[in-house]
């Protein structure tokens, strides 16, 4: 490990998943340092959103170590660990169709300190202040991504999990995002994102991991990118 | 038909009367349902056991402690049997429901059935079939109140008006504030509620104590009108089940509204064709489910 390297933040050593009698994750092995961008590319049902929920306890049973500043995680019950400061937006968004645009917003509890202030986020995101009294699931599909990444930044958390962001989003959209992940990395923040291809998150991220069959296959550093396009095309089937 | 608008009022009234019981006890059915997704067989068992705290509190709790003078009266006993069958409830959740949730509900099911078979069969063998009258109502709720096209009583009166009050502050607090939008996220997408740093388990406990401390609360109403006694639960539940059912479950205000009027509609068959009251219920739930399967509020299966 080169000694450059920011503080690690979180650390994953052999992690097993199962979901009942199925055996998802075949030892995961990786480390990702404060303020970092890293990707976990893959093809679907490789297990890239198996790692995101074994970080936070959401899986049926895991093994193996998963420290978040240096505190082991694996007994601990989902809640405890989403207050290390741990932000989650996950596949299809997840917002809740009883709940109001804003009660969505103020839904995750606050787990750190820095968190952004509801005019800031209001102000970042216009379209949610208009519609903050309809219901969640009545805003378009890119709404309702800003709606799930604005209420995570609310909270403080330091280290963001998302899986698919840009999914099913029309292309001006996901260049907003690009945008705002740019943003988040300036400030500092760490990122995992789950992505189908790198070229989302070709520029901002340091490291993309591929993931095949609940084990990482390879790591492409940032700088290695370029010759390793026809690599990862052959990995993810492209 | 002498059906004189005096006797049609008077008759639905006591219906709304029945109908506030049906509305508090399908409204903690609705709530459990929701976050446990667990149909509560023992609802009826704990508004019973709710009765008992009320009785045995006023009439052998002091003789037990030396004191013979002490009766625990009725306002403490809405107080009380709340929070003693809560905290009972609290401790059935996290022994055993707790460890059916993996599963399918109906497991949960039969075990709130087996449990109010087991706690209806104590009382039975300690406590007399056919009732026993509560001698604790307070005397400023003796009397009638004259509604201009009837005498009611009182205390039914009473019944009535602090039922609604809590009916409609347990719907304000689950559909308008932030306590409420955890319970209703929880019932959606339990999994990322928890991915946010709230403590389900511990919501999930403590909702489920809530439920069955309205069913006591409600019990506590029940004593003075009914005479307490080990079926009188189970003789409640199942009209309350077809009420639950022809709402749809999960619902906060259907189940309330429901309970309502179907109380009413229960006091109004009186009048128009009284021995059909006992069963009209069970009609509107056949034509309710042949037409609308899912009840009449009822989101989705």
């Known amino acids: 490990m080169p000694e450059a390297r920011p503080k690690e933040l979180l650390r994953i050593r052999e992690l097993q998943a199962f979901y009942g009698e199925s055996h998802i994750l075949h030892g995961i092995d990786l480390g990702v340092g404060e303020g970092e961008v890293v990707t976990l590319l893959g093809r679907n049902g490789a297990g890239r959103t198996t790692i995101l929920k074994a970080i936070l306890g959401l899986v049926g049973r895991r093994t193996g170590s998963i420290t978040i500043h240096g505190i082991e995680t694996i007994a601990l019950p989902t809640h405890r660990i989403a207050h290390l400061g741990i932000g989650y937006c996950p596949e299809e968004r997840g917002i809740f169709s009883s709940l109001t645009v804003e009660e969505n917003l103020l839904l995750p509890v606050v787990v750190g300190e820095g968190g952004l202030a509801l005019p800031e986020l209001y102000g970042m995101f216009p379209n949610l202040l208009e519609r903050k009294h309809s219901l969640g699931t009545r805003l378009s599909g890119g709404e309702q991504q800003m709606l799930a990444m604005a209420r995570i930044l609310r909270t403080g958390a330091r280290l963001l999990l998302l899986d698919e962001i840009t999914e099913g989003l029309a292309p001006v959209i996901v260049q907003t995002l690009r ?24 520029e901002l991220a340091d490291r993309h991991y591929v993931i095949d069959r609940g084990t990482i296959v390879d790591m492409i550093p940032r700088d290695q990118l370029a010759s390793s396009t026809g690599k990862l095309n052959q990995y993810l089937g492209v | 038909m002498g059906m004189s608008i005096q006797t049609v009022l008077s008759q639905v009234m006591l219906g ?22 667990i149909v509560n067989f023992v609802h009826g068992a704990l508004y019973m056991l709710g009765a008992y705290v009320a009785l045995l509190g006023y009439s052998m709790l002091g003789p037990l402690l030396g004191k013979p003078d002490f009766h625990l009266n009725y306002w403490a006993a809405l107080i009380v049997a709340p929070l003693v069958v809560g905290a009972l409830g609290i401790a059935i959740e996290k022994t055993m429901l707790r460890r059916l949730r993996k599963f399918d509900h109906l497991y949960g099911l039969l075990l709130t059935f087996g449990l109010a078979l087991i706690i209806q069969g104590v009382f039975t063998n300690y406590f007399n079939v056919s009732g026993d009258a509560y001698d604790g109502k307070p005397e400023v709720l003796n009397g009638v109140v004259d509604l201009g096209f009837m005498m009611f009583p009182k205390y039914r009166l009473w019944v009535i008006a602090i039922s609604l009050a809590v009916c409609f502050g347990t719907w304000y607090v689950i559909e308008r504030t932030k306590l409420g939008s955890y319970l209703r996220a929880g019932t959606e997408n339990p999994e990322l509620v928890k991915a946010f740093g709230i403590n389900v388990p511990l919501m999930i406990t403590l909702t489920y104590g809530f439920g069955v401390g309205l069913a006591a609360f409600a019990g506590v109403l029940a004593a003075p009108i009914y005479s307490v006694s080990p079926v009188m639960g189970s003789e409640m539940i199942i009209t309350v089940f077809a009420v639950v059912v022809i709402g749809g479950m999960g619902s906060i205000m259907g189940s309330i509204v429901t309970g309502l009027l179907l109380g009413m509609v229960e006091g109004f068959t009186k009048v128009v064709y009284a021995p059909a009251s006992g069963t009209v219920i069970f009609l509107i739930m056949v034509v309710v489910l042949l037409v609308k399967p899912t009840g009449l509020f009822g989101r989705e299966a």
């Open chain 2, 16 to 37: 709304l009367n029945n109908g506030v019981f049906y509305a508090i006890l399908s409204l903690g059915l609705a709530v459990i349902f929701g976050l446990l997704n």
């Open chain 1, 179 to 202: 945008k705002l992940i740019g943003q988040l990395k300036e400030k500092g923040f760490t990122i995992i994102l789950v992505e189908q291809n790198f070229h989302f998150a070709a």
